[in-house]
């Protein structure tokens, strides 16, 4: 393999970890700061709001993380990843999400 190769396959690999699910983490935000979203890293995650707990599912597909409660497979909430620790969208683009350091 000669230099130009391994450049090639060094930025392949870098693209490759930038697309995977680097989702695991907690996120605080909602309308007022009162919503917590903790992110596995496996598609599940958990939504903390107002005292009650209820279990996700999540895809992300590009800059768009898609949450789903299997109780009602056909609303999904769509948030937009602004960068690795903010989360924005939801009805009329009101929900912001800030990661947890």
């Known amino acids: 393999m ?3 190769q391994g450049v090639l396959a060094a930025l392949l690999t870098v693209l ?3 697309c995977g699910d680097d989702m695991k983490g907690t996120f605080v935000g909602g309308v007022m700061g009162e919503q917590t979203l903790v992110f596995n890293g496996n598609g599940k995650a958990m939504q903390q709001a107002g005292g ?4 996700l599912e999540y895809e992300v597909d ?3 993380v898609k949450l ?14 602004v960068d690795a620790d ?3 969208g ?5 929900l912001t999400f800030k990661r947890k350091p």
């Not at 789903?68 to 990843?81: D, F, G, H, I, K």
Request: charged share 15%; glycine share 8%; hydrophobic share 35%.
């Open 52 to 55: 009650m707990e209820q279990t």
């Open 62 to 64: 590009g800059n768009k």
């Open 86 to 88: 903010t989360l924005t």
């Open 68 to 81: 789903r409660n299997p109780s009602q497979p056909n609303a999904t909430l769509v948030l937009t990843r």
């Open 2 to 4: 000669n230099w130009r």
């Open 16 to 18: 490759l970890v930038a």
């Open 90 to 94: 939801g009805p009329m683009g009101v």
